[in-house]
C-alpha cells in the first residue's frame, strides 16, 4: 500500500495513510462514543428523567433522524468546499450535545443534546467516506473503508466499558462532561484531512438532483435503511435487556454491549476484506451472507431467557454485532462506487437520509413494541426486519461491475 495521500482529483498531498486512517478512524470514535456511553447507561437515564422506553427511543431516535436531515446539505458542503472545517464542526457539534445531555434533567433538554450530538455525527461519514474514495485505488477500497470504520464499534467499547463502568461512582452527569472534553480536542483531527482543489462541475443542486435521481442507489438505500433499523435498536437496547429481563449486573451488561461493539469492529474489517480479496471487490455477495448471519443471530436473540447461562448470550453477542452492526464499511464502499466521484459525499449523505430515517423509525418501533408485547418479541420483529433487508439486496439491488 502506498504511502502517498496524493489525489489525482484534487487532494493536495498529506499525511502518511497510516495516520490519515487514524485520524479518519478517530472521527468515527470520538463521533460515535457519545450515544453508546448513553446506551450502557440506559436504565439509569431512564430512572433519573422519568421517561419509558419508547421515550428512550426517541432520544436515540432524534440522534439519528437529524443525521438524515443534515445529510444532503453537509455532502454538498463537503463536496463543495473541502472536508475539513466540516470534520471541525462535526466534533464540536458532537462536544456541545454531549454536554448537554449531561446536564440535561427533562426529556426536552436530553432530547435537545441528541439532536446536536446527531448533527455532529451525521457530518462525519460523508467527510470520511469521500477522503477515502479520493484516495484509495478500487481493489483497496473496501478495505480502506471499512479500517475507518472501525471506529465506529471502537467508540463504542469505550463510551460502553467507560460509562458502564464508571457511573456507579461519578454519576451520569460528570461520566458524560469527560466525554464531551475529549470530543471537543478531537477536532483537531481536521488538520490531518487532505485539502481538496477540484469541485463539481454541476451547480449543488443539479448534483444533489443527479444523486437523487439515481434508482438503482436509492434501492441499495432503503435496503441499508431497514438493515440500521435493527442494528441501532440492537445497539441501544442490549445492555438494557440483559440487566432488566436478564437480571445482568451494570458491568457485566456493559461487557455484552462491548462484545457486540467488538464484533461490529471485526466486521468492518472482515467484510470489506472479504469482498477485496475473495470476491474481486465485488459486494453484494458479501452483502447477502451478513444479512443471513444477522437474520439468524436476531431471531436466536428472541429465545434468550433467565434459564440461558450468561456466558452463552456474550457469545451470541458476537455474531450479532458481526452482522448486524458490522456490515457499514462495506455499505459505503457500495455508494461511493456507484456515484460520480466528483459528488461521493452527496451519494454518502443520501444513503445517510435513508439509514437515519430506518434508525429513527425504529428505535421508538424497538421501544414500543418492548412497553407493548416484551424483549422476546421485540428481538423477533429486528430478525424479520434485517431479513427484509437482505431481500430487498437479493431481489432488487444490481451491482455496478
Same mark, same amino acid.
Given at each position: 500500500?502506498?504511502?502517498? +495521500?496524493?489525489? /489525482?482529483? =484534487?487532494?493536495?498531498? #498529506? ?5 490519515? %486512517?487514524? !485520524?479518519?478512524? *478517530?472521527g468515527h470514535l470520538f463521533g460515535n462514543c457519545t450515544v453508546i456511553a448513553i446506551a450502557a447507561i ?107 470504520? +472501525?471506529?465506529? /464499534?471502537? =467508540?463504542?467499547?469505550? #463510551? ?5 463502568? %464508571?457511573? !456507579?461512582?461519578? *454519576? ?122 444477522? +437474520? ?27 452482522a448486524a452492526a458490522g456490515y457499514v464499511g462495506l455499505t459505503q464502499t457500495v455508494c461511493v462506487e ?19 430515517a430506518g434508525a429513527g423509525i425504529g428505535l421508538p418501533f424497538y421501544g414500543w413494541v418492548v412497553d ?30
Amino acid at each position: 500500500m502506498s504511502t502517498s +495521500t496524493t489525489d /489525482p482529483g =484534487g487532494a493536495r498531498k #498529506g499525511p502518511p495513510l497510516p495516520i490519515l %486512517l487514524a !485520524a479518519l478512524t *478517530g472521527g468515527h470514535l470520538f463521533g460515535n462514543c457519545t450515544v453508546i456511553a448513553i446506551a450502557a447507561i440506559a436504565t439509569d437515564l431512564k430512572r433519573e428523567l422519568g421517561i419509558s422506553a419508547e421515550d428512550y427511543g426517541w432520544l436515540i431516535g432524534i440522534y439519528m433522524i437529524v443525521q438524515g436531515v443534515i445529510a444532503i446539505p453537509g455532502g454538498l458542503l463537503i463536496d463543495y468546499l473541502g472536508a475539513r472545517i466540516v470534520f471541525a464542526t462535526s466534533m464540536l457539534l458532537a462536544a456541545g450535545g454531549t454536554a448537554a445531555v449531561a446536564s440535561a434533567d427533562t426529556f426536552w433538554a436530553a432530547f435537545f443534546g441528541m439532536f446536536l450530538v446527531g448533527a455532529g455525527y451525521g457530518l462525519v461519514n460523508p467527510c470520511t467516506s469521500k477522503t477515502v474514495f479520493d484516495v484509495f485505488p478500487k481493489n483497496r477500497r473496501g478495505s480502506a473503508m471499512g479500517i475507518k470504520q +472501525t471506529g465506529v /464499534p471502537l =467508540g463504542g467499547v469505550l #463510551g460502553a466499558m467507560v460509562a458502564g463502568t %464508571l457511573v !456507579a461512582d461519578f *454519576g451520569r452527569a460528570q461520566v458524560l462532561y469527560g466525554f464531551a472534553i475529549v470530543i471537543g480536542l478531537a477536532a483537531s483531527m481536521a488538520l490531518l484531512l487532505p485539502y481538496r482543489r477540484g469541485r463539481p462541475e454541476a451547480p449543488p443542486f443539479a448534483g444533489m438532483m443527479a444523486v437523487m435521481r439515481d434508482k438503482n442507489l436509492q434501492i441499495f438505500n432503503t435496503a441499508i435503511g431497514i438493515f440500521q433499523a435493527s442494528m441501532y435498536s440492537m445497539l441501544a437496547n442490549i445492555a438494557a435487556y440483559c440487566r432488566e429481563v436478564l437480571a445482568a449486573e451494570p458491568a457485566l451488561a456493559s461487557a455484552c454491549l462491548s462484545i457486540a461493539q467488538a464484533a461490529s469492529a471485526v466486521g468492518r474489517l472482515s467484510w470489506g476484506a472479504l469482498s477485496d480479496l475473495a470476491f474481486a471487490a465485488r459486494r453484494k455477495p458479501v452483502l447477502l451472507i451478513i444479512g443471513t448471519v444477522g +437474520t439468524l443471530s436476531l431471531l436466536t436473540m428472541a429465545t434468550t431467557s433467565t434459564n440461558w447461562p450468561f456466558y452463552l448470550v456474550l457469545a451470541l453477542a458476537f455474531p450479532t454485532g458481526l452482522a448486524a452492526a458490522g456490515y457499514v464499511g462495506l455499505t459505503q464502499t457500495v455508494c461511493v462506487e456507484a456515484s460520480d466521484p466528483k459528488l461521493t459525499a452527496t451519494a454518502v449523505g443520501s444513503n445517510r437520509i435513508f439509514t437515519s430515517a430506518g434508525a429513527g423509525i425504529g428505535l421508538p418501533f424497538y421501544g414500543w413494541v418492548v412497553d407493548t408485547y416484551g424483549y422476546s418479541a421485540a428481538w423477533l420483529s429486528l430478525s424479520v426486519i434485517f431479513a427484509l433487508g437482505t431481500m430487498v439486496i437479493a431481489f432488487w439491488f444490481r451491482e455496478s461491475r
